[in-house]
C-alpha cells in the first residue's frame, strides 16, 4: 500500500461513522456465523473461505474474480513464511483448491481482472514493482500483464506510455509510475489507473498502443487523487468510465474519452468495483463493504468495523484477533454468478471472506 495514516487521518475522521447490522453474530470460537445487511442484501459472513494448500501462506489479498466456470481467482503478494512463491491461488465454488501460480509476482501482486474474449477468458493483472513497501522479483517492474486462467502471460504493457505527462522532471528524473487496476471497454480499449504513482488514467487500444492520458494529482472535477480503481459502467445506454478517486473518498465518473461528468460520494476510502444485474459492490478500505444500485444510491454498508483511523491495527495482527463480522481493510471484491459476494483483504496474513446470500 502506498497510503500513510498521516494523509488520510483528517479524511477518516471527517468520514460518517455508521454501526454494523449484526444478526447472530458469533463468539470466539466460531460457532455461528455473522450475518451482515437486511432485506433482499442479507449475507452470511463466512471468514477465511477456501482450502489453502498447507504449502501456500497467504500475504496481503488484493484481487479476487470468478470465472465461467464458477472458480475463484485470489492475487495476493504471498507471506514471507509460505512455501511456495505462487502469487495466484484458484479455487472451485465449493472452496476446493484447483491450481496456483504466479510465482513471479510473489510481493508486487496487485490488481486484477477478468474478461471473457470470444471463447476464450483472460486475467489482466497489475504488478506493483514500484510500491516501496513490496519486494520486488528480480528484475520485476511495475507493469500491466494480460495471462490464461492457467498463467500464460499473452503480453505487457511494461512502464508508463510517452506522453508529456509522464516527461522527466526538470532535474531528469522520471515521474512515478505504478499502475493499480485496469478496466476494458466493450470496443476492447484497455484503461489503466496509475493508482500509486502519478495519478493519471491512460487509455489504450486493444494493441496496447496509447490514446490519451488525462486526470493528474487534485481534487477537482476530473483530477484524480489515487485513482486505485476502475470500472467500465455498462448499465446505461452509454459507456462510462468510473474511477475509484480513493484519497478523495468519492467515485469520479467520466466519458469514454476522459471528459469529467459527476462525482458520487458516499465512500470511505473506495478501492474497486464489481458488478451483477445492476448493483454494484465497492471494497472500502476504511473497514466496510458498500453496495450501491443502478441509481448509484447507497444499499448497504456491509460489516463497517466503525475503525477509528482507516489503517487498522488489527490489520497486522495475528488471525485470531480478528473480530467476526467485521472488516478490516477490504481491498478486492467481486460477485459470483449466484449473487454471493466474496471479499479479500489488505492484511498482513490475508483473508478471504464470502458473504453468502441469504435472503
Known amino acids: 500500500m502506498k497510503t500513510t495514516r498521516r494523509e488520510f487521518l483528517a479524511a477518516a475522521a471527517a468520514a460518517p461513522v455508521l454501526s454494523p447490522i449484526l444478526l447472530g453474530v458469533q463468539d470466539r470460537s466460531g460457532s455461528k456465523a455473522p450475518v451482515l445487511g437486511a432485506g433482499a442484501y442479507?449475507?452470511?459472513?463466512?471468514?477465511?473461505w477456501g482450502e489453502l494448500p498447507a504449502r501456500i501462506k497467504w500475504g496481503n489479498t488484493h484481487g479476487v474474480v470468478e470465472d465461467s466456470q464458477?472458480?475463484?481467482?485470489?492475487?495476493?503478494?504471498?507471506?514471507?513464511?509460505?512455501?511456495?512463491?505462487?502469487?495466484?491461488v484458484?479455487?472451485?465454488?465449493?472452496?476446493?483448491?484447483?491450481?496456483?501460480?504466479?510465482?513471479?509476482f510473489r510481493g508486487v501482486a496487485h490488481g486484477l481482472h477478468i474478461r471473457?474474449?470470444?471463447?476464450?477468458?483472460?486475467?489482466?493483472?497489475?504488478?506493483?514493482?514500484?510500491?516501496?513497501?513490496?519486494?520486488?522479483?528480480?528484475?520485476?517492474q511495475a507493469v500491466v500483464v494480460k495471462a490464461t486462467?492457467?498463467?500464460?502471460?499473452?503480453?505487457?504493457?511494461?512502464?508508463?506510455?510517452?506522453?508529456?505527462?509522464?516527461?522527466?522532471?526538470?532535474?531528469?528524473?522520471?515521474?512515478?509510475?505504478?499502475?493499480?487496476?485496469?478496466?476494458?471497454?466493450p470496443n476492447g480499449d484497455i484503461y489503466v489507473g496509475d493508482g500509486y504513482g502519478s495519478y493519471y488514467v491512460s487509455q489504450y487500444n486493444s494493441k496496447a498502443e496509447c490514446i490519451r492520458t488525462f486526470g493528474g494529482k487534485g481534487s477537482e472535477p476530473g483530477r484524480l487523487n489515487e485513482p486505485h480503481g476502475i470500472w467500465v459502467d455498462t448499465?446505461?445506454?452509454?459507456?462510462?468510465?468510473?474511477?475509484?478517486?480513493?484519497?478523495?473518498?468519492?467515485?469520479?465518473?467520466?466519458?469514454?474519452?476522459?471528459?469529467?461528468?459527476?462525482?458520487?460520494p458516499g465512500f470511505r476510502l473506495p478501492c474497486h468495483f464489481d458488478e451483477r444485474k445492476g448493483?454494484?459492490?465497492?471494497?472500502?478500505?476504511?473497514g466496510r463493504v458498500t453496495l450501491i444500485g443502478k441509481d448509484n444510491r447507497v444499499i448497504e454498508h456491509l460489516g463497517d468495523s466503525n475503525a477509528a483511523v482507516w489503517n487498522n491495527p488489527l490489520r497486522s495482527q495475528p488471525r485470531d484477533a480478528f473480530i467476526p463480522g467485521q472488516f478490516i481493510c477490504p481491498h478486492g471484491a467481486c460477485f459470483d454468478h449466484e449473487g454471493n459476494i466474496f471479499v479479500v483483504e489488505w492484511v498482513e496474513v490475508g483473508r478471504v471472506t464470502k458473504l453468502r446470500r441469504v435472503a
Open 42 to 48: 442479507t449475507y452470511e459472513a463466512i471468514h477465511d
Open 116 to 140: 471473457n474474449e470470444g471463447r476464450d477468458e483472460f486475467l489482466y493483472l497489475t504488478v506493483n514493482a514500484a510500491n516501496p513497501r513490496m519486494v520486488p522479483q528480480p528484475g520485476m
Open 235 to 264: 448499465r446505461g445506454g452509454r459507456p462510462v468510465l468510473v474511477v475509484a478517486d480513493r484519497r478523495n473518498n468519492r467515485l469520479q465518473r467520466f466519458t469514454m474519452d476522459g471528459s469529467h461528468i459527476d462525482f458520487v
Open 149 to 185: 486462467p492457467k498463467g500464460e502471460i499473452v503480453w505487457t504493457i511494461q512502464g508508463p506510455p510517452d506522453v508529456d505527462a509522464y516527461k522527466p522532471g526538470a532535474d531528469g528524473s522520471p515521474k512515478p509510475y505504478n499502475p493499480t487496476n485496469v478496466a476494458i471497454a
Open 90 to 104: 484458484v479455487f472451485d465454488n465449493k472452496g476446493k483448491f484447483v491450481r496456483s501460480w504466479g510465482r513471479e
Open 70 to 88: 464458477g472458480n475463484i481467482y485470489v492475487h495476493h503478494t504471498v507471506h514471507a513464511t509460505s512455501d511456495s512463491a505462487d502469487s495466484m
Open 279 to 286: 448493483d454494484v459492490v465497492v471494497p472500502d478500505l476504511h
